[in-house]
């Protein structure tokens, strides 16, 4: 029995060495990547104990003493007089782009993929992407060239129309429209082209049997496309949620290039990571950032977890994890 027992292990044992012995050039393919990801997201987090520490330059981050008490750092932010409006300014924002990109982006995808024409197809992929290479810096300077109350093209239309010049830099009002458009605009394209790439792996054939028997456009992408796009869709929705309370410098940069100097545009457009940056920048204390960013990460960690756990109990085919 222990000899049969034996023999079955080497066994399973020579099966895996073959099989990783065959993976070896998928795993050289990955190395690039995941050490990439492994020095730029992984050994930086090491860090966080800042937000913790009365940090010093000169002492450095282990070298440091501990804050008395520990959780005087979150104590700015939690404090601020306007904690409340930015954090409900960076919830709006963030779910708005998250359903106005996802709407926008699964209806550009169904539509380029029913162009059959391979250079047209090519054309609108590359107008719709185009944005996405944008800074923001240019697109600031796009919108100042259409929204100036001097030589704007908005305000040129409406004077020449016998109305008053608007003062788009000064009514906060504007803005909570101004900027989801604006980053729709920047951003659509680049989730279009996931989820074209999504559909173009959808096997043809389901396409061809709802064809002969009858099935129209709207019935084909309605019971075969949005069906098996789901596991696409949540993911991404996913990783929607845990950016809820960012609004950092990766993806609204906006919100840091807007020409906002009096302040006027704050209750609408400042964020969390806006009113830290400016706050932080006359104090210096990387500490107090370090504790909001910490705050930010955890509450986005919590939300993935939660919305997962929920898609799990409701199709455990469709989970992230």
């Not at 782009?97 to 059959?116: D, F, M």
């Not at 002969?212 to 496309?225: E, V």
């Amino acid at each position: 029995m222990n000899a049969i027992t034996n023999s079955s292990r080497k066994s399973k044992s020579y099966r895996t060495l073959r099989s990783a012995r065959r993976q070896v050039p998928f795993y050289f393919m990955m190395a690039p990547g995941l050490i990439f990801i492994t020095i730029l997201f992984y050994i930086p987090m090491a860090g966080v104990i800042i937000a913790f520490k009365d940090y010093s330059a000169r002492d450095g981050i282990f070298g440091s003493p501990w804050m008395d008490p520990l959780f005087k750092n979150f104590e700015f932010f939690f404090k601020s007089d306007a904690a409340r409006t930015v954090t409900f300014n960076t919830l709006f924002y963030n779910l708005l782009e998250a359903i106005t990109v996802t709407l926008c982006a699964l209806a550009l995808a169904i539509l380029l993929s029913e162009v059959k024409n391979k250079v047209v197809s090519a054309t609108y992929k590359g107008s719709i992407l185009l944005p996405t290479f944008l800074s923001w810096i240019v697109i600031q300077y796009i919108l100042f060239s259409m929204l100036s109350v001097d030589r704007g093209i908005v305000n040129n239309v409406i004077t020449g129309n016998g109305g008053e010049a608007v003062y788009w830099y000064s009514e906060p009002s504007y803005w909570r429209f101004i900027l989801p458009i604006a980053y729709l605009w920047k951003n659509v394209g680049y989730y279009s082209v996931l989820y074209v790439a999504a559909i173009a792996g959808i096997n043809p054939d389901y396409y061809e049997a709802a064809q002969l028997d009858g099935a129209s456009n709207w019935q084909r992408i309605k019971h075969i496309t949005l069906p098996l796009l789901k596991p696409t869709i949540i993911v991404l929705s996913l990783l929607w949620v845990g950016k809820l309370f960012n609004g950092g410098l990766g993806d609204w940069n906006g919100f840091y290039t807007l020409p906002n100097d009096s302040g006027a545009l704050y209750p609408a457009t400042d964020v969390i990571d806006t009113l830290v940056f400016r706050s932080l920048k006359k104090v210096n204390d990387y500490g107090m950032a370090s504790a909001v960013g910490l705050y930010q990460s955890v509450v986005g960690f919590f939300l993935v977890l939660i919305s997962n756990y929920i898609i799990k109990k409701k199709d455990p085919d469709s989970a992230l994890f």
